[in-house]
């Protein structure tokens, strides 16, 4: 089971212990309104998959790694949703993260990164 494949590069061992979230978002046209009677005639004209993710603490060159990952116009992305394993194009607005220096062998670890990825 994928659970976060970004470029080929396998993030699964890094997501918090949550999971992720995952949504279908229906997309319509400019011809779906409602009409006088209330009704709404609806022009569906695809359905788009948003994941949000939590990572636990990574080193900062793997932490580096996702963010240019993430960075890219639009990146491939294998993970697991309700209908099995799937690979689709996505891309990414926003990815926050926090500096904790640790003193074991000088490692930096970046904490609180999380992500929000929109399918093209």
């Not at 993030?11 to 949504?23: F, P, Q, T």
């Not at 997309?27 to 993710?53: A, P, Q």
């Not at 890219?72 to 990414?92: I, M, N, P, W």
Request: with cysteine.
């Amino acid at each position: 089971m994928n659970i976060l494949i970004i470029n080929g590069h396998d993030y699964a061992r890094w997501v918090a212990d949550g999971g992720y979230d995952w949504s279908r978002d229906d997309l319509d046209s400019e011809k779906t309104k409602r009409v006088k009677n209330g009704t709404m005639r609806r022009d569906k004209i695809t359905e788009k998959r948003n994941l949000s993710f939590t990572m636990l603490p990574m080193p900062e060159e793997l932490a580096a790694q996702l963010d240019s990952d993430l960075h890219a116009k639009q990146f491939s992305v294998s993970y697991h949703d309700l209908h099995g394993d799937q690979t689709r194009e996505f891309y990414c607005s926003k990815f926050p993260a926090k500096l904790r220096q640790v003193v074991n062998k000088g490692i930096q670890l970046w904490d609180g990164i999380s992500f929000n990825l929109h399918e093209i």
